[in-house]
């Protein structure tokens, strides 16, 4: 495969914080990532460090083989990082249908398409952005990022405060993204039981660095390891999010 994006001994943080020590990573084209780990163990910094956003101290980073750690944010979601942050970003004085046509991109994701994947958008095309529910404003973010045409997704706890029916529907809206569409994805996530089962690799970290890296699946089958860095006790196999029964399982 491909390789989209690569981070090699990336020294990276806030100010004169340091949060991200000699952290190196690779995500091929196509491939959905799970970054996994406790509280304030550098998730959201990674996320932010790819995108632009921390106080870069040393190391590389390149997106489709360039070298992206000097250049700015907003041209680094003009070279293809479609990011969604956890405070969603969204325009809350605009409507959705404004939100989304604001910021698209020409490609295969038009403002229509995302409408497709999220009927309660395409419902609520009017409203303002300060009208939406949270789970919907978490939607209209996703949407945001995908009528970007974006070469990798970058999400950060997309799930996070959600009631269990949004969740659903999110979960079967990555799922569509990352294996029928083909989308990279690097997904933040609490609940490890929620996204491993829709992603191919994932990664832990503890204190800025990488203390597992493998398949998703074999993550998903290993409790102890599962049990050691996350906290995540063993319950079984989850049902699969195609699955009607599924309720988005937590930890």
Same mark, same amino acid.
């Given at each position: 495969?491909?390789? +989209?994006?690569a981070l090699d001994t990336v020294v990276s943080g806030y100010g004169e914080a340091i949060v991200l020590n000699r952290l190196s990573l690779r995500l091929d084209q196509g491939q959905a990532l799970a970054l996994l780990g406790r509280n304030g163990t550098g998730k959201t910094t990674l996320i932010e460090t790819i995108a632009g956003l921390t106080t870069f101290k040393s190391g590389t980073i390149r997106l489709a083989g360039r070298d992206i750690q000097a250049v700015r944010p907003e *041209? *680094?979601? $003009? %070279? =293809? %990082? =479609?990011w969604v942050p956890q405070e969603r970003g969204i325009f809350k004085s605009l409507t959705v249908e404004e939100n989304l046509t604001a910021v698209a991109t020409p490609g295969a994701w038009a403002p229509e398409r995302v409408f497709t994947m999220f009927p309660r958008l395409k419902e609520r095309r009017d409203n303002l952005g300060n009208q939406l529910s949270g789970g919907e404003q978490q939607m209209l973010a996703? $949407? *945001? $990022?995908?009528?970007?045409?974006?070469?990798?997704? +970058?999400l950060d706890e997309p799930l996070e405060g959600l009631a269990p029916i949004i969740v659903d529907e999110l979960l079967a809206a990555i799922r569509r993204i990352v294996r029928d569409e083909g989308m990279a994805a690097i997904v933040v996530e609490q609940k490890a039981r929620k996204i491993l089962p829709l992603t191919d690799r994932a990664i832990i970290l503890d204190r800025g660095a990488v203390v597992w890296e493998g398949a998703s699946e074999a993550l998903l089958a290993d409790a102890a390891a599962l049990d050691r860095h996350l906290g995540v006790a063993d319950r079984g196999t989850p049902k699969s999010p195609e699955t009607p029964e599924f309720k988005g399982e937590t930890p």
């Amino acid at each position: 495969m491909t390789e +989209l994006l690569a981070l090699d001994t990336v020294v990276s943080g806030y100010g004169e914080a340091i949060v991200l020590n000699r952290l190196s990573l690779r995500l091929d084209q196509g491939q959905a990532l799970a970054l996994l780990g406790r509280n304030g163990t550098g998730k959201t910094t990674l996320i932010e460090t790819i995108a632009g956003l921390t106080t870069f101290k040393s190391g590389t980073i390149r997106l489709a083989g360039r070298d992206i750690q000097a250049v700015r944010p907003e *041209r *680094r979601a $003009a %070279l =293809g %990082l =479609g990011w969604v942050p956890q405070e969603r970003g969204i325009f809350k004085s605009l409507t959705v249908e404004e939100n989304l046509t604001a910021v698209a991109t020409p490609g295969a994701w038009a403002p229509e398409r995302v409408f497709t994947m999220f009927p309660r958008l395409k419902e609520r095309r009017d409203n303002l952005g300060n009208q939406l529910s949270g789970g919907e404003q978490q939607m209209l973010a996703v $949407a *945001r $990022a995908l009528v970007l045409n974006p070469k990798i997704l +970058l999400l950060d706890e997309p799930l996070e405060g959600l009631a269990p029916i949004i969740v659903d529907e999110l979960l079967a809206a990555i799922r569509r993204i990352v294996r029928d569409e083909g989308m990279a994805a690097i997904v933040v996530e609490q609940k490890a039981r929620k996204i491993l089962p829709l992603t191919d690799r994932a990664i832990i970290l503890d204190r800025g660095a990488v203390v597992w890296e493998g398949a998703s699946e074999a993550l998903l089958a290993d409790a102890a390891a599962l049990d050691r860095h996350l906290g995540v006790a063993d319950r079984g196999t989850p049902k699969s999010p195609e699955t009607p029964e599924f309720k988005g399982e937590t930890p």
